[in-house]
């Protein structure tokens, strides 16, 4: 592994981890980008050990293929503030990052693809949308609606699985959970700032106004290059159904798989789904169906070697 320094725009740096294989120089690659809020280059936050990019970059260089994850801004090793960064920031940044990748000599640049998880995956297809020099995207936990869509319809999935007495405290208050949220975006809708104040807590205003207007079938709808989207069948914060719905839209070739149980942290879990299961599920590893998969298929559509004759 080595470490390197992603340069952006103004010369703020990223830190990244540069993972490679035990195999003959150059290798083929793969930009990973991790899921919202202040996530580390493992794709770790402060209250929960996700490990999803951490994991992935282990299964690739099992695979033969190299990786670049990075610290996002203000996490980690990384300077600045994750709450001032809006989501099209993140896209550059991801856009930085491809670019530190394709430019090491370990790796094949001819031969370097795109996986995100949950919002990276959004940053994902996003940066291939925009023209990307990449054989492939992978889309784990990918959307296919509108932010503000989205967020109402994780307000009806997750209302069944509060606690008990949160559930009732809301039937007591009349709280409609759906509403609240929509109430919510009206008052983020209504700032001007990168950062303001809901319910006493600073959030990232400029983030959350472009997620809400942010449609990734505009993006979809431009992709060129083959594509994996695996979701859980019982994930409670993307719409599985929204599997149908990319498959459809994307108009180059699409792998499409739902994993039964799996949820949106890309583990297992039995029963109902919960986010209460979370925090029990993730002492577990990420499903090895799902990375052998996302191995097997980036190996697949990583292209043909430079230096392979025709």
């Known amino acids: 592994m080595r470490e390197l320094r992603i340069r952006l725009d103004g010369d ?22 991790s899921g919202s809020g202040p996530l580390d280059r493992d794709s770790n936050h402060r209250r929960a050990r996700f490990d999803v990019a951490r ?37 550059d940044d991801l856009g930085a990052a491809l670019d530190t990748l394709v430019a090491r000599p370990e790796v094949d640049p001819a031969r370097v693809l795109l ?14 949308a925009r023209g990307a020099s990449v054989t492939g995207v992978v889309l784990l936990a990918m959307s296919a609606t509108p932010g503000a869509e989205l967020l ?104 499409a798989r739902t994993i039964p149980d799996l949820t949106h942290t890309l583990r297992r879990q039995a029963g109902t789904p919960s986010l209460r299961a979370y925090r029990r599920e993730l002492r577990n590893r990420v499903d090895p169906e799902l990375l052998d998969l996302v191995v097997t298929w980036c190996l697949e559509h990583a292209g043909r070697a430079a230096d392979t004759p025709v």
């Open 152 to 255: 109402r319809w994780q307000a009806r999935q997750l209302a069944p699985t509060l606690p008990a007495p949160v559930r009732g405290l809301l039937r007591l208050f009349r709280t409609d959970l759906e509403a609240k949220v929509a109430a919510n975006h009206a008052k983020i809708r209504a700032t001007t700032t990168d950062v303001a104040r809901l319910g006493g807590a600073r959030l990232n205003a400029r983030w959350t106004r472009e997620f809400l207007d942010h449609d990734p079938a505009e993006d979809l709808r431009r992709l060129t290059v083959p594509v994996l989207a695996v979701t859980g069948a019982k994930d409670l914060q993307v719409d599985p159904a929204d599997l149908e719905t990319l498959a459809a839209i994307v108009p180059g070739e699409v792998t």
């Open 12 to 33: 703020v740096p990223l830190f990244g981890t540069l993972t490679l294989p035990d195999s003959p120089v150059p290798v083929p690659a793969v930009a990973l980008a």
């Open 55 to 91: 994991q992935l970059a282990s299964a690739l260089a099992e695979g033969g293929l190299a990786s670049l994850r990075y610290d996002k801004r203000g996490v980690g090793e990384s300077p600045g503030d994750w709450r001032r960064a809006g989501l099209y920031d993140n896209v």
């Open 115 to 128: 996986a995100g998880h949950s919002e990276g995956a959004i940053l994902a297809a996003a940066l291939a």
